[in-house]
């Protein structure tokens, strides 16, 4: 029996596509340098940046540095164009998000989040309108662990009071989520609906045919309501 639903964020609750974009193609142009040299520098520092052992600040900072172009006012750039994006991203909720999160409750089911994230993303997601409507919410930045590792999973199911059987677990498929999902025991969805907005080289992962999709919020009510 499925007693929670534990969703991924970002391209699952909401998507980095919606409005403006800020990759790293972007931020190149903004700094005026080549793109695969800055692409290299800054996900250098993806991890730490994820783990929470640099603030978004600092991870621009360390990545500025090694393409020999720091300074206080090109940091402030980067960090502000990324802000306007999220900003942009979370202005405005996706109703089917919210209907979503909300219909989850009123049947009794717990809901959670798992989401790799930075320190910029991690505020914002405290601070949106989603965060009310759940149960947990481990976000790496915070946790010190980030998915693919069990630990994350099992942490939110623990935050959850179920086991992973108990869990169904929604995300659009990157950092290998759902095969980590499935290893422990949760019951793993592929949701495609924001697919239609992504572009390439940032489509965070192909479509696995392994797992379950959902193409609309309204299919994870219906596949609740054949295991409830």
């Known amino acids: 029996m499925i007693k929670a639903v534990i969703f991924d964020m970002f391209?699952?609750?909401?998507?980095?596509f919606e409005g403006s974009t800020y990759f790293s193609e972007d931020i190149a142009a903004d700094l005026g340098v080549e793109h695969d040299p800055f692409r290299k520098a800054?996900?250098?520092t993806e991890e730490a940046r994820t783990l929470g052992k640099v603030t978004i600040e600092e991870g621009?900072?360390?990545a500025l540095k090694a393409m020999g172009i720091y300074s206080e006012k090109n940091v402030a750039m980067v960090a502000d164009g990324r802000k306007a994006t999220l900003e942009d991203t979370f202005r405005v909720i996706?109703?089917?998000?919210?209907?979503?999160l909300h219909a989850l409750r009123a049947k009794g089911i717990l809901t959670g989040?798992?989401?790799n994230c930075y320190s910029d993303e991690a505020r914002m997601i405290k601070n949106c309108s989603l965060y009310p409507l759940l149960d947990a919410a481990m976000l790496s930045y915070e946790q010190g662990v980030a998915k693919p590792e069990p630990e994350i999973y099992l942490r939110a199911a623990a935050e959850l009071g179920v086991k992973p059987e108990e869990c169904l677990y929604?995300?659009?498929g990157g950092s290998r989520e759902l095969f980590t999902a499935k290893e422990i025991g949760m019951h793993p969805v592929q949701a495609l609906w924001y697919r239609h907005m992504m572009f390439e080289p940032?489509?965070?992962s192909p479509v696995f045919d392994e797992f379950p999709h959902a193409e609309s919020?309204?299919?994870?009510e219906e596949m609740l309501e054949e295991t409830v």
């Open 11 to 16: 391209e699952t609750l909401v998507s980095l």
């Open 42 to 44: 800054w996900h250098e």
């Open 60 to 62: 621009i900072g360390e």
């Open 94 to 100: 996706p109703k089917e998000s919210l209907d979503l």
């Open 113 to 115: 989040l798992i989401s």
């Open 170 to 172: 929604v995300g659009d």
């Open 202 to 204: 940032h489509v965070p």
């Open 217 to 220: 919020r309204k299919d994870i």
